[in-house]
């Protein structure tokens, strides 16, 4: 008869031999029957060696894509994390459309969807399925473009108050009344992303849910400072390793957190009693006004969200929680504002590196500028004159250019939730040296794709041999391979494409423009002596050079058309 101790000690060798069995396939076994195994790809130096820092890090990634496409063709196979990680990195555009088309086959990984979760909760950026779809009908006709016209006259205001700011000092300095070492007459160095990011979240704070942050003025608004804090120090500064563990092993932050835990959790609450009151308290307006027959005017995406949620034409299936809606609200504040404050950022610098360009574009907004100041202008004509912006022809090219340049979204993962044939309109280099014409590609279920929009953006094959410059005249000769490109925007994949492609796509461009309008007809940009790289931190965003720890930097000088002395 078999003892006891003899089955207590036999059971953890058996769980021991089934975990080791399980880590010998999927490490060893299966990855040598992967079909991806017969794609060209680069060669690796070791057994765990893996592609991620080329592909990822945008200081090398324009070179890395370029040669890829020379040596393996367009859909080139390349290492992610382990042995088991073969991944497919499509630079076909047939391929990434099919990718971004079919978002139910091709999802963002779970680990992505919790990291996200874990941070600003399932709002449309993590959620998938029917869960995402749900979400993204209920939040669609808030971004209507009548719905954005209504928030123009809110986002010139900010705009001025930036400029006004920055008035304020470039006074200061003249007058001796700041620490701001003064570089030349009427013109101080200004952190251009600092306060570009501190104008987006004033912007996406009254547009989101009619919050004043005030964050021009200052930072000391307990709710602004969470959602910075957060995003900032626990996104951006975090340790790369504890991340990883966190996201595997999500209980160590629950037993052994450390700053970056601390500092989220401590965010979220905050989060959730400033901004979860909002909520109430806008819902409690609008039953209200429901009863009494005087239905709630609110502009701001979270009124209009919450009257979507309980629209009589949308069924009470389709309806979402308070909860999502927060979350929803969190997700457009870290897409609101630090998206559109890179791009903002990114096409300053690039103005200050071409001042040809820069004085070119100033010109074309120099002869629309009224002759009533903005403050004094009424809600009609500040929608007259953006109306007019909206379609300068200079201004909509430089936009594109610097949102084809510097995408602030480098690039994106998605996983295959079944095995699928993913179309090619290229000839398909295999890893024996030689070239097929087959049609598509097998990818088995849970294999990762690289979206790689930098990469589509700066594509010589398709953009032409100057590809990588920053050149706002391409856009008025457009090839037919460009035309052809899959892209919400202007065949561009900077806002994605299909149905997980950006929603405020329309109120992005809106802040774009006006901001651009309001700065450059009232300040001239310089660069400064300090080098400003590319890194992907989340997001691409500039960092002076030897000062990464101090977080994103974009410092440019700063000078006024006309004296401040002098006005």
């Given at each position: 008869?078999?003892?006891?101790?003899?089955?207590?000690?036999?059971?953890?060798?058996?769980?021991?031999?089934?975990?080791?069995?399980?880590?010998?396939?999927?490490?060893?076994?299966?990855?040598?029957?992967?079909?991806?195994?017969?794609?060209?790809?680069?060669?690796?130096?070791?057994?765990?060696?893996?592609?991620?820092?080329?592909?990822?890090?945008?200081?090398?990634?324009?070179?890395?894509?370029?040669?890829?496409?020379?040596?393996?063709?367009?859909?080139?196979?390349?290492?992610?994390?382990?042995?088991?990680?073969?991944?497919?990195?499509?630079?076909?555009?047939?391929?990434?459309?099919?990718?971004?088309?079919?978002?139910?086959?091709?999802?963002?990984?779970?680990?992505?969807?919790?990291?996200?979760?874990?941070?600003?909760?399932?709002?449309?950026?993590?959620?998938?399925?029917?869960?995402?779809?749900?979400?993204?009908?209920?939040?669609?006709?808030?971004?209507?473009?009548?719905?954005?016209?209504?928030?123009?006259?809110?986002?010139?205001?900010?705009?001025?108050?930036?400029?006004?700011?920055?008035?304020?000092?470039?006074?200061?300095?003249?007058?001796?009344?700041?620490?701001?070492?003064?570089?030349?007459?009427?013109?101080?160095?200004?952190?251009?992303?600092?306060?570009?990011?501190?104008?987006?979240?004033?912007?996406?704070?009254?547009?989101?849910?009619?919050?004043?942050?005030?964050?021009?003025?200052?930072?000391?608004?307990?709710?602004?400072?969470?959602?910075?804090?957060?995003?900032?120090?626990?996104?951006?500064?975090?340790?790369?390793?504890?991340?990883?563990?966190?996201?595997?092993?999500?209980?160590?932050?629950?037993?052994?957190?450390?700053?970056?835990?601390?500092?989220?959790?401590?965010?979220?609450?905050?989060?959730?009693?400033?901004?979860?009151?909002?909520?109430?308290q806008k819902k409690s307006r609008i039953l209200d006004g429901e009863k009494n027959g005087s239905a709630y005017t609110g502009k701001d995406l979270l009124s209009l969200l919450l009257k979507s949620n309980v629209a009589t034409d949308l069924p009470p299936d389709q309806r979402i929680s308070d909860e999502d809606i927060l979350h929803n609200i969190n997700t457009f504040m870290f897409a609101g504002s630090d998206t559109t404050s890179l791009a903002l950022t990114w096409t300053l610098l690039l103005l200050a590196r071409h001042p040809d360009l820069q004085t070119r574009l100033r010109t074309e907004l120099l002869s629309i500028v009224p002759t009533t100041p903005i403050s004094r202008l009424?809600?009609?004509?500040?929608?007259?004159?953006?109306?007019?912006?909206?379609?300068?022809?200079?201004?909509?090219?430089?936009?594109?250019?610097?949102?084809?340049?510097?995408?602030?979204?480098?690039?994106?993962?998605?996983?295959?939730?079944?095995?699928?044939?993913?179309?090619?309109?290229?000839?398909?280099?295999?890893?024996?040296?030689?070239?097929?014409?087959?049609?598509?590609?097998?990818?088995?279920?849970?294999?990762?794709?690289?979206?790689?929009?930098?990469?589509?953006?700066?594509?010589?094959?398709?953009?032409?041999?100057?590809?990588?410059?920053?050149?706002?005249?391409?856009?008025?000769?457009?090839?037919?391979?460009?035309?052809?490109?899959?892209?919400?925007?202007?065949?561009?994949?900077?806002?994605?494409?299909?149905?997980?492609?950006?929603?405020?796509?329309?109120?992005?461009?809106?802040?774009?423009?006006?901001?651009?309008?309001?700065?450059?007809?009232?300040?001239?940009?310089?660069?400064?002596?300090?080098?400003?790289?590319?890194?992907?931190?989340?997001?691409?965003?500039?960092?002076?050079?030897?000062?990464?720890?101090?977080?994103?930097?974009?410092?440019?000088?700063?000078?006024?058309?006309?004296?401040?002395?002098?006005?």
């Amino acid at each position: 008869m078999i003892s006891a101790l003899t089955i207590f000690f036999s059971f953890p060798s058996a769980i021991a031999l089934l975990l080791s069995s399980y880590v010998v396939y999927h490490v060893i076994i299966a990855p040598r029957f992967n079909p991806l195994r017969t794609l060209a790809g680069p060669p690796l130096k070791g057994p765990l060696d893996n592609h991620m820092s080329p592909v990822l890090d945008p200081f090398r990634s324009p070179k890395t894509h370029a040669a890829y496409v020379a040596k393996y063709g367009r859909n080139v196979r390349i290492r992610g994390l382990g042995p088991w990680d073969e991944r497919l990195l499509p630079l076909d555009p047939i391929s990434v459309a099919h990718v971004l088309k079919n978002s139910i086959i091709y999802e963002k990984p779970w680990q992505s969807r919790r990291l996200i979760t874990s941070l600003i909760g399932c709002g449309m950026l993590a959620a998938e399925g029917h869960v995402h779809k749900r979400q993204r009908r209920v939040a669609t006709p808030a971004f209507s473009i009548q719905n954005m016209r209504a928030l123009v006259p809110l986002v010139f205001g900010k705009g001025e108050e930036l400029k006004d700011k920055w008035m304020d000092m470039i006074q200061a300095v003249e007058e001796g009344e700041a620490t701001s070492e003064k570089q030349n007459s009427d013109q101080i160095e200004i952190d251009v992303c600092h306060w570009i990011s501190r104008a987006t979240f004033d912007v996406i704070g009254l547009a989101g849910f009619d919050y004043h942050f005030n964050a021009i003025q200052n930072e000391s608004d307990e709710l602004f400072a969470a959602y910075k804090e957060m995003f900032e120090i626990a996104v951006s500064q975090g340790d790369g390793v504890r991340t990883v563990l966190g996201i595997y092993f999500p209980i160590l932050n629950s037993l052994f957190p450390d700053r970056r835990a601390k500092t989220v959790h401590r965010c979220q609450e905050t989060i959730r009693r400033v901004a979860g009151k909002l909520v109430q308290q806008k819902k409690s307006r609008i039953l209200d006004g429901e009863k009494n027959g005087s239905a709630y005017t609110g502009k701001d995406l979270l009124s209009l969200l919450l009257k979507s949620n309980v629209a009589t034409d949308l069924p009470p299936d389709q309806r979402i929680s308070d909860e999502d809606i927060l979350h929803n609200i969190n997700t457009f504040m870290f897409a609101g504002s630090d998206t559109t404050s890179l791009a903002l950022t990114w096409t300053l610098l690039l103005l200050a590196r071409h001042p040809d360009l820069q004085t070119r574009l100033r010109t074309e907004l120099l002869s629309i500028v009224p002759t009533t100041p903005i403050s004094r202008l009424s809600t009609e004509e500040i929608e007259s004159l953006h109306n007019t912006l909206q379609n300068l022809p200079y201004l909509n090219n430089v936009c594109r250019e610097s949102l084809r340049v510097i995408p602030p979204v480098h690039s994106s993962l998605r996983v295959a939730t079944q095995d699928d044939e993913i179309p090619v309109s290229y000839p398909v280099h295999l890893s024996d040296g030689t070239i097929s014409e087959q049609k598509t590609i097998r990818v088995p279920k849970g294999t990762f794709v690289h979206v790689p929009v930098e990469a589509f953006n700066l594509d010589k094959g398709i953009w032409g041999v100057n590809a990588w410059d920053f050149d706002p005249d391409r856009w008025d000769h457009l090839s037919e391979d460009v035309l052809s490109l899959p892209g919400l925007y202007s065949n561009l994949l900077t806002f994605s494409a299909g149905p997980r492609s950006c929603i405020g796509m329309r109120f992005s461009m809106i802040e774009m423009k006006t901001f651009l309008y309001i700065l450059l007809t009232t300040f001239t940009f310089a660069e400064t002596d300090k080098r400003i790289y590319k890194a992907n931190v989340v997001l691409t965003r500039p960092y002076v050079s030897g000062q990464f720890k101090k977080g994103s930097q974009c410092p440019l000088l700063v000078k006024p058309l006309v004296s401040v002395t002098a006005s």
